[in-house]
């Protein structure tokens, strides 16, 4: 590959958003008009919330738990988000005591890792497991129509036994979770008929599966978003599995953090093939904004084998004497299938909105209120 387009591709694989906000304001649809009023707007959030969880629970066989905005540096327990060191959370000094007995804690990228240690901490056994209302601030994004510095999600775990770590059992839990998902959207047009505007599609009763190595050979020359683009325009809802392991380019899909989701146990393809990876993403085509639209993240997490197998591969063994690591090394943490599901990201595609500031207050630069403004876009403030 040549020096230029491996540069490329890497920097496709950098993180989330656009890139530029001209692109943003290219975006953008232009005739926009809100289906519902902000005010009603906060009646359809606050519903829609109450039903995804109460179904999301029944689903998986999950319970609502609480969930912290804050943890202490030095356990290692906080989301990296990738494994390259670009998104380094919020972190500040705590004086406490006259700094006798300081802590440096940090703010939450997601709960991933912290939600294994609660199943231990709940007593939670096979089959059993937890849903959060999490809450989190991730500094490092290009904040655009559909991310955001402040991010709130569905945080949900649930512990396995060692025969579930297969794709049987993450294709299944996907199906769950997307079957709540098109309820929701059947419940929140009943509540509110004004969401079943003629043109635009609904989502579709199943979820089409993919594996990333399957996705780069059926568009070799397009980058990983026009990838998913691509099978977007052809099944408008799909999970993409084994997110993290290097493909046949030489590329992962996409940079995964090596201590969480499991991208390196080997699998097989239905047709025999060797593959990598228990986990993936859910992405829907958005149809207000005519892209693709991520909904959740996750999988089976990694056991102490392919733990040790994702650090070093990452180049962060160092990792292992981190008490969240250790605890998987030692058998001390349950195994685990979880997964995050944004909040936001789900109420602006089901209430039918072209930018996460109509469902969500955050900070946004003033170039991207005003190009929303133009788009006749209401953004809460």
Not at 83 to 105: L, M
Not at 230 to 259: C, N, Q, S, T, Y
Not at 260 to 279: I, V
Not at 367 to 375: G, N
């Amino acid at each position: 590959m040549e020096a230029t387009e491996r540069a490329r591709k890497i920097a496709d694989l950098a993180g989330p958003g656009i890139g530029s906000y001209e692109e943003v304001e290219r975006t953008l649809p232009a005739d926009y008009r809100s289906a519902l009023s902000p005010r009603e707007t906060q009646s359809a959030i606050f519903a829609l919330k109450q039903h995804i969880e109460e179904n999301l629970c029944r689903a998986l066989g999950l319970s609502m738990v609480t969930v912290p905005l804050l943890v202490p540096a030095e356990t290692g327990i906080n989301d990296l988000l990738d494994r390259d060191g670009s998104r380094t959370p919020v972190q500040f000094h705590i004086s406490n005591d006259h700094d006798r007995h300081p802590v440096t804690a940090q703010i939450v990228q997601a709960a991933t890792k912290w939600k294994r240690t609660a199943l231990r901490e709940f007593g939670m056994g096979r089959g059993e497991g937890l849903l959060t209302d999490m809450r989190a601030v991730r500094k490092d994004y290009f904040l655009d129509h559909d991310h955001s510095a402040y991010v709130d999600q569905w945080d949900w775990e649930k512990a396995i036994a060692a025969e579930d770590r297969n794709l049987d059992v993450l294709r299944s839990t996907v199906r769950a979770i997307w079957s709540v998902l098109v309820g929701a959207q059947r419940f929140i047009e009943e509540r509110f008929p004004a969401l079943r505007e003629p043109g635009y599609s609904r989502l579709p009763e199943e979820i089409h599966f993919v594996h990333a190595e399957d996705l780069l050979a059926a568009y070799p020359d397009l980058p990983r978003k026009q990838r998913e683009t691509a099978i977007l325009r052809k099944h408008p809802a799909v999970f993409i599995i084994g997110i993290g392991w290097p493909l046949a380019d030489g590329l992962p899909h996409e940079m995964r953090a090596a201590d969480y989701d499991d991208w390196a146990t080997e699998t097989r393809s239905e047709d025999g093939r060797p593959m990598h990876g228990l986990n993936g993403d859910i992405l829907v085509w958005n149809p207000v904004t005519h892209r693709r639209h991520e909904l959740m993240s996750g999988g089976i997490r990694v056991n102490a084998e392919s733990l040790r197998q994702q650090l070093a591969m990452a180049g962060q063994l160092e990792f292992l004497d981190l008490s969240y690591h250790q605890g998987i090394l030692h058998g001390e943490l349950p195994l685990s299938i979880g997964g995050g599901i944004g909040q936001s990201r789900t109420q602006m595609l089901l209430l039918r909105k072209a930018h996460l500031g109509e469902v969500t207050v955050s900070v946004w630069p003033r170039l991207l209120t005003e190009i929303s403004a133009r788009k006749n876009i209401h953004v809460l403030t």
